[in-house]
């Protein structure tokens, strides 16, 4: 999707006519690029408005995580589901449908749930787009109530032109046509749905182009191959034998960051520049387009971009800044060195997203729906942190728990509760899983919430080279993913082995106990009733005054309602405060270093739970109790009333772990800091690097709040609501989390601590934390609710 790229292709290929261009991606859009097809006879890409939108479906489509423009469609999405009494009295409550057949995030925050198998969500697609009137809609007798059906497509009617249904990318080409279809039937098309065209260059269905680039290399039709990028060796479909046929090819040479499956192949392996290093440009999900602004120069001289190794076959020999600068020199209107920093500044070309395509359907007849097939479905998944493989070599993100399993270093087989004990399996047996006369091994993890009869597994592990530390860990799914069903396919057997396979999680209470929860939750319509519904305990007389802050007084606020589990804050997190990466064995006994950690509660039925998420940074307790067993006074209340660690002072007793009742406290068993040159140019200097036997934990970003004072007081002012943002905030696509000064009536975290929904975890403690939740509110559709409990 790079205009410079595309430019220098097809210079490439005017130079050597005979040359083709194949391209390949793991994780695709065939099914979107074919559906389009099967819609309106042409390639588009949709855009979604979910700002403008008040009922959606989901099916089976992650939209809050894991498709294009996620980021942005979760602050849109999460902007309609703000629930502030102080601010209107009246709130309105955008409304989420999930249909989905593995749990994700977006499940996990939808108002109304409905689990099936991946296979089934086609027939539900047909069933809802009967209901709405719709061509190519069928009457289905399938696995869910008939009343899910008639509720959800009222629900759309009563909001024609404010509704979206969004396919996920997992799903067939029907259900994307589908989907078109229904959207432009509720007058969705216009106003929250937009149709433009392809991003991609070339596009087309990757797995075909594939396929023919493998016939070709066996047949003996390829002299050379270049591969740039990618690892097609190691990710291609189980029956393209791409790496049996590399051998077929005289000359091949592959363009990567690291040596990886498929450059141990190839004749030549050519270092590659990584993205933080080189020039470029990229059109984003609704086709407007950036410049790519390398932070860094090349670590490693002799490393070339994709577009210099390119422009240099085409007998041109500029630097990717010169080519990146020669393709938007046309696109100025005046002054090119204006527009050229205005561009780098601003992070987007103004007026580069194109117009609204006015397509029309093409009336094709979608292919009749598969019979319902009652065996064993596989569904592949890209991994939640390392995607489809590529970012095993990056320690931070093998070591990010995944959002709903929390699981780290590893992939599994998740099934059922009620498949595992009717199979007698339980976490970490070790089963062999058969797909078209393919097996592997792989762990089972019992995830609430999965369709029975069905096991995901996920892609990305089982790497052999180019890993570092990821090399080895978990299993190669891809060695079973077949290509003519990349995301799910039934008729497969699965069968225990015997053996046992250790997975280390960072949480293994998946429920909620106690009288009163972590998460408190309501629907909208019980808020509404009682705004005061959150537990908040008898304020406890004290006979010692409170502390007066004179300057500052920072404190924090987390809405429970806007947070999607995604992870961003604990990276975040990790980047700003050096905090060490400490391998699987060291997370399996619990040890693992980050700040703040997002937990996830269930509660109800384990086929079908209601799911929570919750940042837990350090609460920053007035009464912190800490602060009152360290016997060293490593750990005091700063003057802005930060609980705050003196690490020079720290002899590691950790009695202030033991004593702290929210576990956030962190301590360094060992020592973690690599003295590397390049770790160490990659660390926040910012920040100080902790030694072993050091206890650690969140600091509200003190860094980041001294330069801001620093600045104000030079200024001759005091610090602005909004100047300090810690890492988890700002990284937060939800805006979930919001950072301030309580001492300031007009800040937004004091406003937001005045909402009635506002409560203190374990408040019963009278610790006093600075940081407290606004209470999770949802908004099921109440035709809906009874037949679902």
């Known amino acids: 999707s790079s205009p410079t790229m595309k430019a220098q292709i097809d210079a490439l290929l005017a130079a050597y006519p005979d040359a083709q261009w194949h391209q390949y991606e793991p994780v695709n859009e065939d099914s979107a690029f074919l559906g389009a097809q099967l819609a309106f006879d042409e390639p588009v890409n949709t855009v979604y408005h979910f700002d403008q939108a008040d009922v959606v479906l989901a099916l089976d489509g992650d939209f809050l995580t894991s498709m294009p423009g996620s980021v942005r469609y979760a602050r849109d999405f999460m902007d309609g589901r703000r629930v502030r009494m102080a601010a209107d009295g009246a709130p309105q409550m955008n409304r989420l449908y999930a249909v989905e057949s593995t749990p994700t995030s977006t499940g996990a925050v939808a108002d109304n749930h409905l689990i099936l198998r991946a296979s089934e969500v086609e027939l539900l697609a047909r069933a809802v787009a009967q209901a709405l009137g719709v061509d190519g809609g069928a009457a289905v007798d399938g696995p869910w109530d008939p009343n899910w059906v008639s509720a959800v497509a009222e629900d ?148 070339k971009s994709a577009l210099e190794l390119i422009a240099g076959l085409a007998g041109d020999d500029r630097t990717s800044y010169d080519l990146v600068r020669a393709t938007w020199e046309s696109a100025a209107n005046g002054d090119f060195e204006s527009f050229w920093r205005r561009s780098l500044h601003n992070g987007v070309i ?144 699965m069968q225990a082995t015997g053996e046992t396979y250790v997975l280390a999680t960072t949480q293994d209470f998946p429920y909620m106990e106690g009288a009163h929860h972590a998460v408190e939750s309501a629907t909208l319509s019980e808020f509404m009733a009682d705004p005061e519904f959150v537990h908040k305990p008898e304020k406890v007389v004290n006979i010692i005054p409170e502390k007066e802050y004179n300057s500052y007084k920072w404190g924090m606020s987390i809405d429970l309602t806007a947070c999607i589990g995604c992870n961003a804050c604990t990276i975040a997190c990790q980047s700003e405060n050096n905090i060490s990466t400490v391998g699987k064995h060291e997370v399996e006994i619990n040890r693992e270093m980050h700040w703040i950690r997002v937990d996830r509660y269930y509660e109800g039925p384990e086929d079908d739970p209601a799911t929570y998420f919750q940042p837990v940074p350090c609460m920053q307790c007035e009464k912190a109790p800490c602060e009152m067993v360290c016997p060293v006074q490593a750990t005091v209340h700063s003057s802005e009333g930060l609980n705050q660690m003196v690490y020079n002072r720290c002899v590691g007793t950790r009695y202030c772990s033991a004593n702290c009742p929210y576990g956030v406290r962190r301590f360094n068993f060992l020592d973690f800091v690599d003295p590397a040159l390049v770790l160490v140019d990659m660390r926040n200097p910012d920040v100080t690097v902790r030694a072993r036997g050091v206890m650690e934990k969140c600091t509200y970003c003190v860094q980041r709040i001294s330069e801001a004072r620093i600045r104000a007081n030079r200024e001759g002012r005091m610090i602005e609501d909004g100047e300090v943002t810690p890492a988890c905030a700002a990284a937060c696509p939800t805006q979930a989390i919001v950072f301030g000064d309580l001492n300031d009536a007009e800040s937004r975290v004091v406003k937001l601590k005045q909402e009635p929904q506002d409560y203190a975890m374990l408040a019963d403690e009278n610790t006093v934390p600075r940081t407290t939740y606004l209470a999770r509110i949802y908004n099921p559709n109440e035709q809906l609710t009874s037949s679902e409990s």
């Not at 591969?227 to 590399?246: E, K, Q, R, S, T």
């Not at 086709?287 to 790519?292: E, N, R, Y």
């Not at 070591?399 to 009717?422: G, R």
């Not at 995830?447 to 995901?456: C, I, K, L, S």
Request: aromatic residues 6%.
């Open 156 to 303: 759309l009617q009563a909001h024609a032109g404010s509704s979206i249904i969004i396919p996920g990318r997992e799903q067939s080409p029907v259900v994307h046509a589908l989907a078109h279809a229904m959207n432009a039937a509720l007058g969705n098309v216009g106003s929250t749905v937009t149709l433009i065209p392809p991003v991609l260059a070339n596009p087309v269905a990757m797995v075909e182009d594939l396929q023919a680039l493998t016939d070709a290399m066996t047949a003996g039709d390829v002299k050379v191959l270049l591969v740039l990028g990618g690892n097609p060796a190691y990710a291609a479909p189980a029956d393209i034998d791409f790496a049996g046929a590399l051998g077929q090819v005289p000359f091949s040479a592959h363009l990567s960051q690291m040596q990886d499956e498929t450059s141990m192949l190839c004749m030549w392996s050519l270092p590659q520049t990584h993205f933080i290093e080189e020039w470029g440009d990229i059109l984003a999900y609704d086709g407007s387009a950036s410049l790519v602004q390398p932070p860094i120069g090349p670590l490693y001289p002799d490393a």
């Open 350 to 493: 103004e007026g580069s997203a194109p117009e609204a395509l006015s397509v029309q359907p093409a009336g094709n007849a979608l292919p009749e729906a598969a019979p319902m097939d009652n065996g064993l479905e596989v569904i592949f998944r890209p991994d939640a942190t390392i995607w489809d493989g590529r970012f095993a070599a990056n320690g931070w993100l093998q070591e990010l728990p995944k959002p709903l399993t929390q699981l780290t270093w590893d992939n599994m087989a998740a099934i059922a509760p009620a498949m595992a004990t009717a199979m007698g399996l339980s976490r970490g047996d070790v089963v062999e899983l058969s797909v078209d006369g393919r097996t592997v091994k792989a762990p089972i993890y019992v995830q609430q919430g999965h369709p029975n009869n069905a096991v995901t597994v996920t892609l990305g592990y089982g790497r052999t080279a180019g890993a570092g530390a990821g090399t080895d860990a978990g299993f190669n799914a891809y060695a079973i993913r077949p290509s003519g069903a990349q995301w799910n396919m039934g008729g497969a057997a």
